[in-house]
């Protein structure tokens, strides 16, 4: 996932990590650090996306006063915009509400990605804030009581 490639607008997604290099090897450390509850996604035994629960969620510059368990998502390049996110998003809230019980669940998502704004509203999230981050990148922070 860390080599996936996304096309304009969403190569802000891409990382921008040399194959093999340290910073590689820290990112796939990180990935694997159960503090950052990272879970792979799959549908037929292939990697689809994945989740992280929690901190990872996160955006510098964010205002996180609110208790909530924070996801974040990503879905491999070639799947997006087919109309999966729905169903993606579903099975990541269920997962979310079953193992962790939060009262709320949030997710921050770049101001330009329409497309993932859609799709969380669709699943209950309602925008609380906006902010923009040091280097210019908008983000809105979107919000959902943690009840099914």
Not at 128 to 148: M, N, P, Y
Request: charged share 25%; glycine share 12%; hydrophobic share 45%.
């Amino acid at each position: 996932m860390l080599r996936w490639r996304y096309a304009p607008p969403y190569d802000g997604y891409n990382a921008a990590l040399a194959p093999g290099s340290a910073e590689e090897a820290e990112a796939v450390s990180r990935c694997l650090d159960p503090a950052l509850r990272f879970v792979a996604l799959r549908s037929g035994g292939a990697l689809i996306g994945f989740a992280s629960f929690g901190e990872d969620g996160r955006v510098t510059g964010g205002a996180y006063e609110e208790d909530a368990l924070d996801i974040g998502l990503g879905l491999r390049p070639d799947l997006t915009g087919r109309g999966i996110g729905a169903r993606v998003i579903a099975r990541v809230i269920e997962h979310g509400l079953m193992t962790w019980q939060p009262a709320a669940l949030r997710v921050t998502i770049a101001a330009f990605n329409t497309r993932a704004q859609r799709a969380w509203a669709r699943a209950g999230f309602v925008e609380r804030s906006q902010f923009v981050t040091s280097d210019g990148r908008a983000f809105v922070i979107r919000l959902r009581k943690g009840s099914a």
